[in-house]
């Protein structure tokens, strides 16, 4: 679900600030009441109005160092390996069962690339900025 533009949410400020009732402005604007209320609420005590980031999920690997590190050193020595036998290895050495997709994108975050039938590397200076070796 994505939060409301900040300009639906002026809009909606608007419409109440012409003496349209609250119960209308839900009608027509399509929100709920306690949606209006808190709109209300941030601009009276000063807050921004605009919708905040969202922070989405703290990924399954490499969230730490010595994660990126393990992955790296599993893709080098397992450079043929499918996505799903990289999952086996992952599971069998740090005890955790991830999806293909999520192997994928953890791949795909160290700068690793699928060439015929191979994971490559990415290259030196990439390198270190993903394990954290560098700027």
């Known amino acids: 679900m994505y939060a409301y533009s900040k300009d639906l949410r002026l809009k909606i400020l608007s419409a109440l600030d012409r003496g349209v009732p609250r119960r209308e402005a839900v009608r027509t604007f399509g929100v709920s009441i306690a949606t209006i209320e808190r709109y209300v609420r941030r601009r009276r005590h000063g807050g921004d109005l605009a919708p905040r980031s969202s922070p989405g999920r703290t990924p399954t690997i490499g969230s730490s160092v010595e994660e990126r ?67």
Request: proline share 3%.
């Open 69 to 135: 590190r393990a992955l790296w050193k599993q893709l080098e020595e397992n450079d043929a390996a499918t996505l799903e036998r990289h999952c086996e290895l992952w599971k069998s050495t740090q005890g955790v069962r991830v999806s293909i997709s999520t192997m994928s994108r953890a791949i795909r975050r160290l700068g690793w690339s699928r060439k015929k039938d191979r994971w490559v590397p990415p290259n030196e200076t990439r390198q270190q900025g993903v394990l954290g070796e560098g700027g």
